[in-house]
């Protein structure tokens, strides 16, 4: 079983920037593809970013791309979401997710691990 954490949401405002973390536990961490999800107020949870197991491949949604980065650190179980020039629409619950396979994965329903979320809140 493996578990994720999340953490570095909070409070910013428009135009502002925060780092996500999430780390996960196990010695396979390395062989995961991960992602990060989020979830406004009354609206589904969608995707927001995808790696693959080795950091060569990244995707993401058109919503955010040019503005946030994901990226990994094996050595340290940990992967990141950097998000950059923050708007109000970018305010919601962000969640990490593990899938058990090495190549880039984008549908939530592929995820196998879940973490409870942070939330990232951007005042106007």
């Known amino acids: 079983q493996v578990q994720v954490a999340e953490s570095g949401g909070g409070l910013v405002q428009a135009g502002g920037s925060l780092r996500l973390s999430c780390v996960a536990s196990?010695?396979?961490?390395?062989?995961?593809?991960m992602g990060w999800f989020r979830q406004a107020p009354g609206k589904e949870r969608e995707f927001v970013a995808a790696?693959?197991?080795?950091?060569?491949?990244?995707y993401y949604a058109d919503s955010v791309k040019g503005r946030f980065t994901i990226s990994r650190d094996n050595a340290k179980n940990t992967v990141y979401l950097q998000m950059n020039s923050l708007k109000y629409q970018d305010t919601a619950v962000y969640y990490c997710?593990?899938?058990?396979?090495?190549?880039?994965?984008?549908?939530?329903?592929?995820?196998?691990?879940w973490g409870l979320g942070t939330q990232v809140t951007v005042s106007s």
């Open positions: 997710a593990a899938a058990r396979r090495s190549f880039i994965v984008t549908i939530m329903t592929d995820y196998d691990y």
């Open positions: 196990g010695r396979t961490f390395g062989n995961y593809a």
């Open positions: 790696i693959n197991y080795n950091s060569i491949v990244t």
